[in-house]
């Protein structure tokens, strides 16, 4: 048997050092919790496998790799195509041999003792008022993640996926930073929740045409697997995605950012929510890293060469933080040159949380400021915050928890004490 057909487990090392932000420090470092190193399961190759060690996971291949596992296994690169639609397409989306219909018996024989069609084990699901569905699963290390499905009246229905446990970023306006991180999801843990979408909800709520990587974590520190999740959700024969409503969000990583945009053709959204480096050093400590000008610049340059490629700018509005016209102004300036929308967000408040919402006449005054500028600019209100299924709400808080960092003297009034 050729070597690299041998499927071994092994720990993949963790890309994050365990290191808190001090609350009067200017510097910035990521926030991991001690307790639960980050990892993934893989084998000599890099391809994911069972906890177990002994099944390889399905949905951590890309599709030449299924083609050349199903080889390995003895198997005609054909049966690879049969099963991957059937994985990802048909309106099968099948998480066990036994859904594998019109595959040969031996070859699904083999799949049921050697593979793992799922990843992801579905623990509840909720339903907020307006029809958003937060769902959890729980991982097979014992974790929890939340995925939201948003319907839309126009046909637009959207899965929210995460790509981490929690999160190192933190932003001082979000649930999720609060936790920390605990870990990277796996490429299948990701690809999963996307089809675990389709197959729970198609029938309800009609196709799911668009995804975001906007629940727990910042996509672009688990870069590797958020590229290798979003090619397979991309994939014709399979979930079939169109790249251009596949967006991946992030807090600003720039050299990552950079990267995205060569190796991906889906899109991106920048989570921007300040106009100056003083607000955003506070709210989204990335920026004593990656300040608002190396961000933007960096941007304008990369989008030269991408032909009708738009960044998405998202502005999570806060109360008397970074909502006056004087930001509005300046926001203005900021995105010059740089193709792109303006997502203008309301704000989700949580237990956790010191802001307060923009209240929706002052988004609208804003909305027009920038719209009468010529930016191209939309007012997203709130979804599924009743159950914490909203932009900014997901996640459990452990023991350990992400520092509140020090607000800034000027806005002191603007922020409630917890
Ligand atoms: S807003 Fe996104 S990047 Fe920031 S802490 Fe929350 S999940 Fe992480």
């Known amino acids: 048997m050729d070597a690299g057909c041998l499927w071994m487990r092994r720990l993949a090392s963790s890309p994050s050092p365990l290191l808190r932000p001090s609350l009067f420090s200017h510097s910035f470092s990521l926030v991991a919790s001690p307790l639960i190193p980050t990892r993934a399961y893989a084998d000599a190759r890099g391809s994911e496998v069972s906890p177990s060690g002994n099944k390889a996971l399905l949905k951590g291949m890309s599709y030449s790799e299924l083609e050349n596992w199903v080889q390995c296994q003895g198997f005609r690169p054909g049966q690879a195509l049969m099963l991957w639609k059937r994985l990802y397409g048909n309106d099968v989306w099948a998480h066990s041999s036994e859904e594998l219909e019109g595959l040969n018996k031996d070859f699904k024989r083999m799949l049921s003792d050697e593979a793992e069609l799922k990843a992801l084990n579905l623990k509840d699901i909720r339903t907020a008022a307006d029809g958003t569905r937060k769902i959890l699963f729980s991982l097979v290390d014992g974790l929890a993640v939340e995925t939201v499905i948003i319907p839309c009246d126009r046909g637009r229905n ?17 649930y999720t930073g609060r936790m920390g991180l605990t870990r990277n999801l796996s490429v299948a843990e990701i690809v999963d929740q996307a089809v675990f979408a389709r197959r729970l909800f198609s029938d309800q709520i009609g196709a799911i045409s668009n995804v975001v990587f906007m629940g727990m974590g910042e ?42 945009l060569h190796e991906s053709n889906c899109a991106l959204a920048v989570s921007l929510n300040a106009t100056t480096d003083e607000v955003r050093n506070w709210i989204m400590p990335i920026n004593r890293k990656y300040n608002i000008a190396v961000l933007l610049q960096t941007l304008r340059e990369e989008l030269k060469s991408k032909k009708n490629y738009k960044v998405l700018f998202e502005y999570v509005m806060l109360a008397g933080v970074n909502d006056s016209l004087e930001d509005a102004k300046r926001l203005i300036d900021l995105v010059q040159g740089i193709p792109c929308k303006i997502n203008l967000i309301k704000f989700n408040p949580h237990c956790e949380s010191r802001f307060r919402p923009t209240p929706e006449e002052k988004m609208i005054e804003f909305r027009n400021i920038l719209a009468e500028s010529g930016c191209t600019v939309f007012l997203r209100l709130s979804r599924g915050d009743d159950q914490m299924a909203a932009c900014g709400q997901l996640g459990k808080l452990g023991m350990v928890q992400a520092p509140v960092l020090r607000v800034p003297q000027n806005f002191e009034s603007a922020v409630a004490s917890l």
Not at 236 to 248: A, D, M, N
Request: charged share 15%; proline share 5%; with cysteine.
């Open 219 to 260: 996509p672009l520190h688990n870069i590797d697997n958020v590229i290798k999740a979003s090619d397979i959700m991309v994939h014709e024969q399979g979930l079939h995605f169109s790249p251009r409503k596949v967006t991946v969000s992030t807090s600003g990583l720039v050299p990552q950012l950079k990267r995205f």
């Open 158 to 174: 959207t899965v929210c996926v995460s790509s981490q446990v929690g999160c190192a970023m933190n932003c001082q306006f979000c």
